[in-house]
């Protein structure tokens, strides 16, 4: 059981946290940087940048982070796209944050900013490669709390959604998304980083992949 000095302790660390946040928003408006203009005219978007910034991308993220170019929480609103806009979105280890009954609107507003043709690239926890990880090893479940339910370090690191390649497809046929097909992140194009696509989780000395890498087009 928790002790209330514990939980008194959690209270102030998400105490903290919220006022940081508070002071880097305000931080954020006043440096916030220009939306890049891309010499081919293509407009893509990386929707939970995280750390990374990669040229020619929109930056879009739950945090006020310098390189980012529009603060956003709520996946299912993207009023600052008009509809048919866009080229290529690229989301990695996000869509499993957002609750389960709103992840229909969220690809579906994806699909309203893409051009016809865009493309929507997705990376996932897979659960079937999870659950394989789990029978392989002596079903500890463990092994796969953190990639299954996110690491809950802070608060937007939680997982509402779990995926396989059966039910992500599902979805994006829902949004009227066609042309469904796997991507390979180190032979693709826009994606000159390394992020959790290729994430791995090394038990007994075996890497095991973990991402389900998908993409489709409107």
């Not at 709520?74 to 609750?99: K, N, P, Q, W």
Request: charge should be neutral; hydrophobic fraction near 40%; aromatic fraction near 10%.
């Amino acid at each position: 059981m928790t002790s209330y000095h514990e939980r008194t302790i959690r209270r102030l660390k998400a105490l903290y946290r919220s006022m940081r946040n508070i002071g880097l928003y305000g931080r954020w408006r006043l440096t916030r940087p220009p939306v890049p203009a891309n010499s081919d005219g293509t407009v893509r978007i990386h929707v939970g940048c995280g750390d990374i910034d990669s040229p020619g991308f929109i930056n879009v993220d739950a945090r006020p982070l310098r390189h980012v170019h529009y603060v956003k929480s709520d996946l299912s609103d993207f009023h600052e796209f008009r509809d048919g806009i866009v080229d290529f979105i690229y989301m990695s280890h996000i869509l499993e944050h957002v609750r389960h009954a709103q992840l229909l609107n969220v690809v579906c507003e994806i699909h309203r900013i893409l051009k016809p043709k865009g493309v929507f690239r997705i990376s996932v926890p897979d659960f079937d490669l999870l659950n394989d990880i789990y029978g392989k090893n002596g079903r500890d479940i463990s092994v796969i709390m953190q990639p299954l339910m996110g690491g809950q370090d802070y608060p937007d690191n939680v997982h509402y959604a779990v995926f396989n390649r059966v039910f992500l497809e599902q979805l994006l046929t829902a949004a009227r998304f066609s042309s469904v097909r796997s991507w390979d992140p180190l032979a693709c194009k826009n994606h000159d980083f390394t992020d959790c696509a290729t994430f791995t989780l090394s038990i007994g000395g075996i890497a095991y992949p973990v991402s389900l890498n998908i993409e489709a087009e409107k």
